[in-house]
């Protein structure tokens, strides 16, 4: 405690306003610290310099040159996982393949978020399709990218819109391909093929992998309805290429007879049937029951209008409403037991339903969104003139 003795009180003439109305005290205590070891600037004193050896300099320096910030190792190796080209994260092996893909695809329902595009949405510029794969808790499984393929291709892609040809790679949380997606240029109905590595194991010299197609999802087109059919390999011969190949064409089989082991033979797994504006999509099997669905969520209005930020739910079972079940009547539902196959392709048929209509470049979306931003801004004008009106017809009576 430090005491200051001796304080002098100012002169103050009797009357004036500045008298003080109580008296102060001739001494005031004040406390440095409540502990009382410490002494005044204590907390201010520094260990003296260590003088480093010539290399441990050196190997300071180089520490700082390669790594300035100071991250860790695990940062270190993220952000070299994100610098990554496409033909390196294509070529990319995982720990365990298969074992990521059941990860991902056993869970009952998926959600499947678009990631938002700036550039689109201020001047409606197509960017590639990124998506986020994760379960009901938002834990994130997995990602969904689509390929960068240059200059000329972010050209052609606000030209042929959604007629464009589109390659997509499925990853796990680390960034490593376990699925391929191949949607070959189209006209009018789009072909999209699904691929995975060749017994989950199987690459070339070049480390290039080698990839099986056990899957297609096609596009029947109709002037008002959404409709899609959903094919699986039935026999075990594989199709196979490479990530440099072009998509090789199932053969078809001229014979009228039962099919051979040697040749590709696609089987209908489910067929789409909704109507024009349907955000709900249904997997149905040859006997019209519902095995699977995939349900477009609503986000908001802003962000419908203005972006193509939409989030699917997957779900691998019937999700049938109060009133179909009620329609039902006694008839059971039946859960099906869906293969890893299966699966895979319902989350593709899932990524080229966003692909065709609900893409900034499908034309139905675009119109209806234009129709949505007008009558908005019309609506906000009519708003904005009648409470003017309002204002000078006040204005006139008052005066």
């Known amino acids: 405690m430090l005491t200051l003795r001796g304080c002098r009180t100012l002169?103050?003439?009797?009357?004036?306003?500045?008298?003080?109305?109580?008296?102060?005290?001739?001494?005031?205590?004040?406390?440095l610290s409540r502990f009382g070891d410490r002494t005044p600037g204590g907390g201010r004193r520094?260990?003296?310099?260590?003088?480093?050896?010539?290399?441990?300099?050196?190997e300071e320096f180089e520490r700082l040159s390669s790594d300035p910030f100071g991250r860790t190792e695990e940062s270190r190796a993220d952000d070299e996982r994100q610098q990554l080209s496409w033909g390196e994260r294509e070529r990319m092996q995982?720990?365990?393949?298969?074992?990521?893909?059941?990860?991902?695809?056993?869970?009952?329902?998926?959600v499947i978020t678009r990631q938002i595009e700036m550039l689109n949405i201020f001047?409606?510029?197509?960017?590639?399709?990124?998506y986020v794969i994760s379960n009901e808790l938002g834990e994130t499984l997995g990602f969904i990218a689509e390929e960068p393929r240059g200059f000329f291709s972010t050209f052609s892609r606000q030209i042929f819109k959604t007629h464009r040809p589109f390659r997509a790679l499925v990853m796990d949380p680390q960034g490593a391909p376990i699925l391929w997606i191949r949607r070959p240029f189209a006209w009018i109905n789009s072909r999209m093929f699904v691929q995975r590595l060749n017994n989950y194991s199987e690459y070339t010299t070049?480390?290039?992998?080698?990839?099986?197609?056990?899957g297609e999802v096609q596009q029947r087109w109709h002037p008002w309805?959404?409709?899609?059919?959903?094919?699986?390999?039935?026999?075990?011969?594989?199709?196979?290429?490479?990530?440099?190949?072009?998509?090789?064409?199932?053969?078809?089989?001229?014979?009228?007879s039962e099919p051979d082991e040697s040749e590709e033979t696609f089987t209908q797994l489910a067929a789409i049937d909704e109507g024009l504006w349907a955000w709900s999509f249904s997997l149905r099997d040859y006997q019209g029951e519902e095995f699977a669905s995939i349900r477009r969520a609503f986000r908001g209005l802003?962000?419908?209008?203005?972006?193509?930020?939409?989030?699917?739910?997957?779900?691998?079972?019937?999700?049938?409403s109060d009133s179909e079940i009620a329609a039902r009547g006694e008839k059971p539902i039946i859960e099906r037991n869906l293969s890893m196959d299966e699966r895979a392709l319902i989350l593709a048929t899932a990524v080229?339903?966003?692909?065709d209509y609900f893409s900034r470049h499908s034309g139905l979306v675009m119109s209806v969104k234009r129709q949505i931003v007008f009558l908005f801004v019309t609506a906000c004008c009519v708003m904005v003139y009648n409470r003017n009106r309002v204002g000078e017809v006040i204005i006139i009576v008052e005066s």
Not at 13 to 27: E, I, K, V, Y
Not at 46 to 58: A, G, I, L, T, W
Not at 302 to 308: H, I, K, L, M
């Open 94 to 110: 995982a720990m365990d393949p298969e074992e990521s893909l059941r990860v991902i695809l056993s869970n009952p329902s998926l």
């Open 225 to 256: 309805r959404r409709r899609y059919d959903v094919f699986r390999r039935e026999t075990s011969r594989p199709i196979l290429s490479t990530i440099s190949d072009s998509q090789p064409e199932p053969t078809q089989s001229t014979s009228s």
């Open 123 to 130: 001047v409606g510029f197509e960017q590639a399709n990124r």
């Open 302 to 320: 802003g962000r419908e209008v203005f972006t193509d930020t939409g989030q699917y739910f997957i779900r691998f079972h019937p999700d049938l």
């Open 11 to 31: 002169p103050v003439l009797a009357g004036s306003r500045f008298a003080p109305r109580l008296a102060l005290p001739a001494t005031r205590s004040y406390a």
């Open 206 to 214: 070049e480390g290039e992998p080698v990839l099986d197609t056990f």
């Open 46 to 58: 520094r260990d003296p310099p260590r003088r480093m050896r010539r290399d441990e300099k050196s």
């Open 352 to 355: 080229t339903i966003d692909f």
